[in-house]
């Protein structure tokens, strides 16, 4: 399949502010929900999938849309000190954000392969309630 790289590249360069926007505002929401819940964390990182990814996830799922099919191009990671807590970051993405799909890998045998346990999901920001939030 062939793609437009150029295209792509336009596009994406065209929306990056856009991606940290979004990234800022869901790194905000969580932290201050998980704050406003008392659970300590270890690390709330967040990144915008790079350009050379993205072409390489669409070449190799031969993906025509990838600004519409890829759910991914900003992605976090939330680090728990404790297993218990898992649960409760897990209520808080469900609450704060509209969630698509979730694949839980705690019960998930690479544990012993790679040594920790992790919720991925895909999700959308709800609206936006800065009223709410300030």
Avoid: W
């Avoid at 659970?39 to 072409?55: C, F, N, V, W």
């Avoid at 000190?81 to 954000?97: A, G, Q, Y």
């Avoid at 839980?104 to 392969?113: A, L, M, W």
């Amino acid at each position: 399949m062939k793609i437009d790289r150029e295209a792509i590249i336009r596009q994406y360069d065209a929306n990056q502010r856009d991606y940290e926007n979004v990234a800022e505002i869901v790194e905000y929401t969580l932290s201050e929900s998980i704050e406003r819940h008392r659970i300590k964390i270890h690390a709330l990182t967040s990144r915008i999938k790079g350009i050379d990814s993205l072409i390489d996830k669409v070449r190799r799922k031969e993906i025509t849309r990838p600004f519409e099919q890829i759910h991914d191009l900003i992605g976090f990671r939330i680090v728990c000190l404790f297993l218990s807590d898992l649960d409760r970051i897990r209520n808080i993405i469900r609450e704060e954000f509209d969630v698509f799909e979730e694949d839980d890998k705690v019960n998930d045998s690479e544990i012993q392969i790679f040594g920790y346990m992790s919720l991925h999901f895909k999700a959308g920001l709800r609206s936006f309630n800065f009223a709410k939030r300030l």
